[in-house]
């Protein structure tokens, strides 16, 4: 079956502009995750969905990043008015419930010029 | 505040010689422990899972409550368990805590 499936998979952009990145989860999992993996650096966690409840964004290192989650399936992370500092590989994973293994996707690579 | 730690950022063995990637958690109660590892150029991906107390690959990892440890052994590395390997504890409230990994290079 189908994974987690992120796209783009590659986006390079200017400071200053917006970005969407998508993840498309396995079907059925209602738990959905975003991280972020600088080089060198490990797993940075941003949000967490489960299914309608209301989303921990405890993560988001500033007001320039939100995400969300439509149907309780495709979530869109958007950086807002990007800085050099954003450059890092945004990863998204899905599970079928809390505590369960997450599944994770290839991830987006995002540079800032 | 519910740390991870895995001590070491690079780990460096001879293939054959014995591995042991260290993870220690700050956790009250009783965590869902997983271990992560990171193929190059392939995704992030499960290794194994405590409750499952498989072993995957010739890979174990013993819970140590009294220690709050969870470290990862493997006898006899192989060249390709080089990667990058990803501690996890995982609790109701702590779903998305993971160590800031150590990358493994088993050298022939």
């Known amino acids: 079956g189908a994974g987690v499936s992120q796209s783009p998979s590659n986006k390079v952009t200017e400071k200053g502009k917006d970005v969407e990145l998508r993840c498309d989860p396995i079907?059925?999992?209602?738990?959905l995750y975003w991280y972020r993996q600088s080089l060198g650096q490990g797993l940075e966690f941003l949000i967490y969905f489960q299914g309608n409840s209301a989303p921990d964004k405890s993560g988001l290192p500033s007001d320039r990043f939100s995400a969300e989650r439509t149907g309780g399936s495709v979530s869109t992370l958007t950086i807002q008015r990007t800085q050099q500092e954003d450059s890092a590989v945004y990863l998204c994973?899905?599970?079928?419930?809390?505590?369960?293994?997450?599944?994770f996707g290839d991830g987006t690579r995002l540079s800032i010029l | 505040a519910q740390r991870v730690t895995q001590p070491e950022k690079l780990l460096s063995v001879f293939k054959g010689a014995p591995v042991e990637l260290k993870c220690n958690y700050s956790?009250?109660?009783?965590?869902?422990l997983f271990w992560y590892v990171q193929y190059s150029r392939q995704r992030l991906q499960l290794l194994l899972r405590h409750i499952s107390r498989e072993s995957i690959k010739g890979f174990t990892a013993d819970l140590n409550k009294g220690e709050t440890s969870f470290h990862l052994k493997k006898p006899f590395a192989q060249e390709e368990d080089s990667a990058m390997y990803y501690c996890a504890p995982t609790s109701g409230t702590y779903k998305y805590i993971f160590g800031t990994g150590t990358r493994l290079k088993v050298l022939a």
């Open positions: 956790y009250s109660g009783s965590p869902e």
């Open positions: 079907s059925g999992h209602t738990a």
């Open positions: 994973a899905s599970s079928l419930d809390v505590n369960q293994p997450q599944h």
